[in-house]
C-alpha cells in the first residue's frame, strides 16, 4: 500500500532535549517535505528536498533540521526544541514540486513543555 | 507567497452549493486542492495544470483562472460527507516551493 509513515503520532517532551521525527516513503517521490500545522495559520512549510542531498528552507525554518540521505527517508531534527514548535507537523512527498499530488502522512503532536 | 483564501468559514444544508476561492500575488503554475477532515491528514482532491483548466469528479469541480492567478472550488449538492477544511495549494512559475492557503472550514448541516 502506498503510504507516508511518520512517527511518533504524539509526543509530549521538555524544552531543550533534542528529538527527531521521522518521515518514510514507499512511492519512490523525489520531493518530499514538512509541514507546520497552526490554528488560523493553515499549513506553512518547514524545508523541502528535491532528492537525496538536496534539501532547502521553506518559509520557517528557524530551529528545525532536516537531512535526506536516502529517497525513501526525510526526518525533521529538533536540537533544541522551545514551546513555540507546539504544533501538529505533516510529512508530504509527491514525485515533483508543484506538479503533482501531494500524499501526507497521518501527523505528528508535538507539546513542548 | 501564501495564498489568500476566502471565505474562511461557511455553513450550508445538506443540497446547497458553495465556491471557495484561491487567490496569489504570484504568477502560478499549478493550483491544488485539498480537504482535511478533524484530526486527520489533508487529502488530495485535484490539481490544476493549465490557465483555464477546469475540472472535476462526482459534484465537486475547480477551475484556474492563470491570468488572475485565481482558482475556485465548487461543490454542488453538498452532502454531510464534504464537511471539513479545505486548503489551497500553489505553486510558483520560479522555484521550488509550495504553500497552502490559511483554508476554509466547511460545514454541511441536514
Known amino acids: 500500500e502506498a503510504q507516508v509513515t511518520q512517527n511518533p503520532r504524539y509526543l509530549i517532551t521538555v524544552t531543550g532535549k533534542k528529538l527527531t521525527v521521522t518521515c518514510s516513503q514507499n512511492?519512490?517521490?523525489?520531493?518530499m517535505s514538512w509541514y507546520r500545522q497552526d490554528p488560523g495559520l493553515g499549513l506553512r512549510q518547514i524545508y523541502y528536498?528535491?532528492?537525496?542531498?538536496?534539501?532547502d528552507k521553506g518559509d520557517v525554518p528557524e530551529g528545525y533540521k532536516v537531512s535526506r540521505k536516502e529517497k525513501r527517508n526525510f526526518p525533521l531534527i529538533l536540537e533544541s526544541p522551545s514551546p513555540n514548535q507546539t504544533s501538529l507537523y505533516f510529512c508530504?512527498?509527491?514525485?515533483?514540486?508543484?506538479?503533482?499530488?501531494?500524499?501526507f502522512g497521518d501527523g505528528t503532536r508535538l507539546s513542548i513543555l | 507567497q501564501q495564498p489568500v483564501q476566502s471565505p474562511q468559514a461557511v455553513i450550508l444544508r445538506e443540497g446547497e452549493d458553495a465556491v471557495i476561492n484561491c487567490s496569489s500575488s504570484?504568477?502560478?503554475?499549478?493550483v491544488h486542492w485539498y480537504r482535511q477532515k478533524h484530526g486527520e491528514a489533508p487529502v488530495f482532491l485535484m490539481i490544476?495544470?493549465?490557465?483555464?483548466e477546469q475540472k472535476g469528479h462526482d459534484k465537486i469541480s475547480a477551475s484556474f483562472n492563470e491570468k488572475k492567478q485565481q482558482s475556485s472550488l465548487y461543490l454542488t449538492a453538498s452532502q454531510l460527507s464534504y464537511s471539513g477544511t479545505y486548503f489551497c495549494?500553489?505553486?510558483?512559475?520560479?522555484?521550488?516551493?509550495?504553500?497552502f492557503g490559511t483554508g476554509t472550514s466547511l460545514t454541511v448541516i441536514p
Open positions: 495549494g500553489t505553486g510558483e512559475n520560479t522555484g521550488n516551493q509550495f504553500y
Open positions: 490544476l495544470l493549465k490557465g483555464g
Open positions: 528536498s528535491m532528492n537525496v542531498e538536496v534539501t
Open positions: 512511492m519512490n517521490h523525489e520531493y
Open positions: 504570484k504568477a502560478l503554475y499549478s
Open positions: 508530504a512527498s509527491s514525485f515533483t514540486s508543484t506538479g503533482s499530488a501531494k500524499h
